[in-house]
Nanobody, 119 residues
């Protein structure tokens, strides 16, 4: 199995940038599909972006294209989410998740990291 740990959340002013990291440990030899989700207070969890651990098949939810960028550093076993031009509505808990390529549900989740954007 794989273990996921999110790093890099915090408080940022509107218009600023923040980079989140997801440290991946355990069975990193498996080509998981990795993703970032977020959940704001009182709202459902939403998909932001995902990619295969091999580095291909990147996709984004339309509402995040242009401001959020997903990437990975296999040498450091890390997946990142670069966020720019942050808005107060980006305030949420951000989660890293993984699933095997044969499943549609995400079976592995990190504990989440809080991002707060002040206006």
């Amino acid at each position: 199995q794989v273990r996921l740990t999110e790093l890099g959340g915090g408080l940022v002013q509107a218009g600023g940038s923040l980079r989140l990291a997801c440290l991946v440990s355990g069975r990193t030899d498996i080509n998981y599909f990795m993703a970032w989700f977020r959940q704001a207070p009182g709202k459902e969890r939403e998909f932001i972006a995902g990619m295969r651990w091999s580095g291909d098949s990147t996709n984004y939810a339309d509402s995040f294209k242009g401001r959020f960028t997903i990437s990975r550093d296999a040498g450091k076993n890390t997946m990142s989410l670069q966020m720019i031009r942050l808005k107060s509505e980006d305030t949420a808990v951000y989660y890293c998740a993984a699933r095997t390529l044969t499943r549609e549900d995400y079976g592995y989740w990190g504990q989440g990291t809080q991002v707060t954007v002040s206006s």
